[in-house]
């Protein structure tokens, strides 16, 4: 899910918690459901359909290719956030071009903006948590270089800045 509309959900289940109407629930939920099918993988293929292509009739590799960027992936979430690619083929077991050319055209995204993914999400968690830890602490926990590159991506991924998003989160949560 794009980050902007993990955003948008969080917002939206906040704003359900402190209770809405019926109406304004379902209108919520019929522009938020319309904006995740805009941007929905429905019709436009699917990640990866390039390499379908390129491995045509042999699908043992396009098998080969899934498993290694499911483990590509377990690796990453299993991590600390501070692993680059190097360190992610070195558990994998293949070279780091390899795996980034595979991880690209089987999901459709780079391994870096795929750990800055769950990055995010990590941080929007802490965000919503509000136990008022620094901007900077929380950079370093989540494998950022510092606070500039924890807002930096942030901004880039949801569209605001992590302190504003503390404030738009915990707001919605305590009303």
């Known amino acids: 899910m794009d980050e902007r509309l993990d955003l948008e959900h969080r917002m939206l289940v906040a704003r359900c918690a402190r209770g809405v109407d019926r109406f304004e629930f379902t209108e919520r939920m019929h522009r938020f459901v319309g904006r995740l099918l805009s941007v929905s993988p429905i019709g436009a293929g699917e990640p990866g359909a390039e390499i379908e ?30 692993m680059g690619l190097t ?57 950022f270089a510092d606070q500039a590159h924890l807002t930096r991506v942030v901004r880039e991924q949801v569209g605001h800045p992590p302190a504003r998003l503390r404030r738009l989160l915990t707001a919605a949560e305590a009303a």
């Open 53 to 82: 292509r390129a491995v045509g009739r042999r699908p043992a590799t396009l098998a080969a290719h899934r498993r290694l960027a499911d483990r590509a992936r377990e690796v990453l979430a299993g991590s600390d956030f501070r």
């Open 87 to 143: 360190e992610v083929a070195e558990h994998v077991g293949c070279s780091p071009h390899h795996l980034s050319r595979v991880f690209q055209r089987v999901t459709g995204q780079s391994l870096t903006a795929y750990r800055n993914r769950l990055r995010v999400r990590a941080v929007l968690d802490v965000l919503a948590d509000d136990d008022g830890q620094p901007l900077g602490t929380v950079a370093a926990d989540h494998g």
